[in-house]
Each structure stands twice: as structure tokens, then as C-alpha cells.
């Protein structure tokens, strides 16, 4: 297994590795997003709470789950190894004005809106995440199921948390835009056909994601 | 047109350097960029000063030998041009500007604005070539090569090795650079006997250089004098990836 490991610390290699565990976060967020849509349904959260509650006990969404999690660790433990190889390779910065014109700021700021996310994601896991799993203060909606949306509303009539949550996903939106494509073209996947398509794809999803997200933040906050 | 010149001096590898201001009066717009360095010296050896040492050769965009960062930008601020083919009416008179080396660990300052670029000359060694004698030039149509694939591996091959998308690069990446030069390769029968070995050897070169990894911010296309696609650079992923799937022994 000598060449895998050699591939895996190679700058190609690297890439690979951020690219397959990006996507794979990718799919999740559009799981995540889909069920979240959920709560804009008129019915009290109904609908929303069995899905969360399916979600939170089905075997194999909890098997994936722990993918899902290692993958989360992959994605960060190698982008921090890249950012520290990338940083060695040019250790002067040109004093200059500098080429702003030949590179957007999103893509060249990945590591940071990375790291923004991450603190996001300890708030989202701690508040949402270990709360709802791990305690059982969740009280019992109309059908007895668990009541998420309960705690979700109450935690989003909070306007400053609500506003976090909207940064979050500014940030998030502008990880993707550039993420989304970027994930294709480390895996080698570039094509005159396909690449405007995907182009297409990525921008469409890093902007109706995670405005679906910070739409319910807005939501719960006027409905107050 | 006069301008204030902002150069970076260093007397060699060990020095830290830093940067020197010099006025020049009377630079003709018609001079390329490298000329009005040549008026420069020629000032500073009349004052008694060491002259700017700086690289060039051909002096007509196609040996790769010039360099230098000039307001922040690889070859200056024209798209699709070197050092040397860039003139001084792209300036303003009475403009300050900011000449500095490429920087990038890979490419050690040697003196000034001259940096050393054998660490390409070591990937291009790892299997920048094909190893057969070809001899005299064979007849056209032996081989028949799709018009499309001969195209790109032309537009790869236009790639004159001079360094500025690994100066470009935020990472200092040479991706740009062994993508094209995987990929002249890659798309032409002649390069396939030794496309695996070619594109494992040169990346490994590439990166015990110390250049950094392509994170797709596409800076060192922009920046590029002949204007090489990223494209080369999927293509050496995909090269890459495939080959360490498929060699059995590396």
C-alpha cells in the first residue's frame, strides 16, 4: 500500500482526497436542506419532526452518519495540511499591488470561509445536533414524535442567532461557489461539454442551499 | 515619461534585500520593458553603482528567460505578454512602479530580480521527453493524429518554461507548467509508450521541489505569457490519477 499512502501526500493526491470528501459533504447538504424545507410547510412542523425523527434513528442514516463525520475530519485534516504546504512554498509576499484582477477572493480564501464554517458547525453540532441526541429535553408534538421544530423556532426567534446563522451562510454559499467546480477539476474532470454544465450546477447550488438555510432563520423571525 | 522605479536588490542568495527607488527621466514609450532596465543600468554604472541584474535572452517573447513581477503581476499587467514584449506606453507618466523577482521557494533569488529556475529543469528531466531516436522527420501521414488533439498538444507545447504561473500561483504551484508539459505529451501518440511513468516521475519531482498544490484559484492562466489552459492542469490530474490506478509497479 505503499503507492496509495505516496498518493495520498502527493499534491495531486491531496486534491483528490478534498475533492471526494467535498462532494460527499455536498450530498449531504442537499439531504439536510431537503428535510430542513420541511418547515415551511404549513402544518406545525408536523411533517418536518417525523422526517428529523426517521433521520435521527434509521439504522442506516446513522451508518452513514459516521461517514459522514470521518469524512468532516478527512476534509478538514487534509485542508490543513495543504494550507501548510502551500504556505511553505512561498514564504515572501510581493509588496506590489497584487493581482486581485487574475483571481477571485473567494477561491483564493478557502482556508478561512473553511475555518468560519467549522466554527459554525461546533455552534450548529452543540445547539441542534448533541441537544437533540444525546439529552431528552425535546418535548412530544401532536403525533408523539419528537418536537425539533419546537426547538428550532425557539432558537431562531433569538435575532442574534438568527444573524449568526445568516453569516454562516453567506460564508457557506461563497465555500461552495468555489468548492463546487473546484471538486470536478481536481479530479480531472474538464470537459468543453460538461464543464459549463457543472459550472452551471455550482453556482445554482451554492446560492439556493444556503439560502434555503438562511430562509429559515428569516422565517421563524417574522413569524414571531 | 518619467517614472519612479521601485527595485528590489539583493546582492545574493544569502542577502535579505529589500527594496531601492530610482528616477529615470526620459524612458521612451516606444521601449520595451527590458530596455528601459538596460537605460537603468546604464544610469547606475554612470553613477558609479552596481547595475540591476536582471534575466532575458531572446528578447522576443519566446526563450522564457525574462521574468520579473512587475506592480505585483508576473510580466507585467499585459495579458498574453513577457517582460521583454511589453512596452513602456502601457505606463503613465509619472507613475510609480514596482519591479520585484518571482517569488516562490522553489525559485531562490540569486541576485536582484534573478531567480533560479532549475527545479523545472529537474521535472522537465523526470520525463519531459520521449525516449526513443527519432531520427529525420517521418512521413505525415504514418500516423494519423486527430486535428483536435494535435491542436492542444501545440497550444500545451507553446509553453516556454518561463515560471510565471508558479509566480502567479499563491501557493506557488508549477501545476500550469507540468500540466502543459504532461499534456504535450499525453495527447500525441508518440508520448504514450511512457505517459504513466512520465506524469508519476514528474509530479514526484515537482513536488520534492517544494511547489505548492493547484487549488483551482486559476491566477497562473491569467498571468500566463502564452496563455496556457488550465485545461493542462485537469489533464495532468486525470493523467495522474489514472496512472496510479493502472501501473502495476512504481
Known amino acids: 500500500m505503499n503507492w496509495f499512502s505516496k498518493f495520498l501526500t502527493s499534491t495531486v493526491g491531496r ?4 475533492s471526494l470528501t467535498g462532494l460527499f459533504l455536498i450530498s449531504f447538504l442537499l439531504v439536510h436542506c431537503s428535510i430542513n424545507a420541511l418547515m415551511f410547510l404549513n402544518d406545525g412542523g408536523l411533517f418536518f419532526n417525523e422526517a428529523a425523527h426517521f433521520m435521527a434513528t434509521n439504522i442506516l442514516i446513522r451508518t452513514i452518519e459516521i461517514f459522514l463525520f470521518l469524512f468532516l475530519i478527512i476534509h478538514i485534516l487534509q485542508s490543513v495540511a495543504i494550507t501548510r504546504q502551500n504556505m511553505k512554498a512561498r514564504t515572501i509576499s510581493y509588496s506590489g ?23 459554525f458547525l461546533v455552534i450548529h453540532l452543540k445547539d441542534f445536533f448533541i441537544s437533540s441526541r444525546f439529552t431528552d429535553h425535546l418535548g412530544l408534538d401532536n403525533n408523539g414524535t419528537p418536537d425539533m421544530y419546537s426547538e428550532v423556532k425557539e432558537a431562531f426567534q433569538n435575532p442574534a442567532y438568527a444573524m449568526i446563522y445568516i453569516f454562516s451562510m453567506i460564508v457557506l454559499a461563497y ?23 457543472i459550472e452551471f450546477l455550482g453556482i445554482a447550488f451554492s446560492i439556493i442551499v444556503p439560502a434555503v438555510f438562511a430562509a429559515m432563520p428569516i422565517y421563524f423571525l417574522l413569524k414571531k | 515619461m518619467r517614472l519612479t522605479l521601485k527595485v528590489w536588490r539583493q546582492k545574493n ?28 543600468n546604464e544610469q547606475l554604472i554612470e553613477e558609479n553603482k552596481i547595475p540591476v541584474a536582471f534575466d532575458h535572452d531572446c528578447r522576443e517573447g519566446i526563450c522564457g528567460a525574462c521574468s520579473m513581477v512587475i506592480n505585483g503581476r508576473p510580466h507585467g499587467p499585459l495579458k498574453g505578454t513577457t517582460t521583454c514584449q511589453l512596452h513602456m506606453r502601457h505606463f ?22 534573478v531567480v533560479d529556475r532549475t527545479s523545472f529543469e529537474r521535472i522537465q528531466q523526470a520525463g519531459g521527453y520521449v525516449s526513443i531516436g527519432t531520427g529525420s522527420a517521418p512521413e505525415a501521414n504514418n500516423i494519423p493524429i486527430n486535428k483536435n488533439d494535435s491542436d492542444k498538444a501545440f497550444d500545451a507545447a507553446a509553453c516556454i518554461g518561463c515560471g510565471a504561473c508558479v509566480a502567479a500561483c499563491k501557493n506557488g504551484s508549477a501545476m500550469l507548467f507540468v500540466g502543459a508539459k504532461v499534456s504535450q505529451y499525453a495527447l500525441l501518440p508518440q508520448g504514450h509508450p511512457e505517459r504513466n511513468e512520465r506524469v508519476l516521475n514528474m509530479v514526484a519531482v515537482m513536488d ?3 511547489f505548492g498544490g493547484c487549488t483551482n484559484t486559476g491566477a497562473c492562466e491569467a498571468e500566463c505569457p502564452k496563455e496556457i489552459s488550465v485545461a493542462n492542469i ?5 493523467e495522474y490519477i489514472s496512472a496510479k490506478l493502472s501501473v502495476e509497479k512504481e
Open chain 2, 92 to 113: 503613465n507618466d509619472g507613475e510609480t512602479v514596482t519591479i520585484e523577482p518571482f517569488r516562490a521557494n522553489a525559485f531562490p533569488v540569486l541576485k536582484d530580480l
Open chain 1, 175 to 197: 465555500h461552495l461557489l468555489h468548492g463546487f467546480q473546484s471538486a470536478f477539476r481536481s479530479l480531472g474532470i474538464y470537459h468543453k461539454k460538461y464543464t459549463p454544465v
Open chain 1, 97 to 119: 499591488t497584487s493581482s486581485t484582477a487574475t483571481s477571485k477572493w473567494y477561491s483564493r480564501s478557502m482556508g478561512i470561509l473553511g475555518s468560519l464554517i467549522l466554527v
Open chain 2, 208 to 210: 520534492e521541489e517544494g
Open chain 1, 15 to 18: 486534491k483528490v482526497v478534498m
Open chain 2, 13 to 40: 542568495k544569502s542577502d535579505k534585500g529589500g527594496f531601492e527607488t530610482y528616477q529615470l527621466n526620459n524612458v521612451d514609450t516606444h521601449a520595451s520593458f527590458l530596455e528601459m532596465m538596460d537605460v537603468l
Open chain 2, 234 to 238: 485537469m489533464r495532468l490530474n486525470r
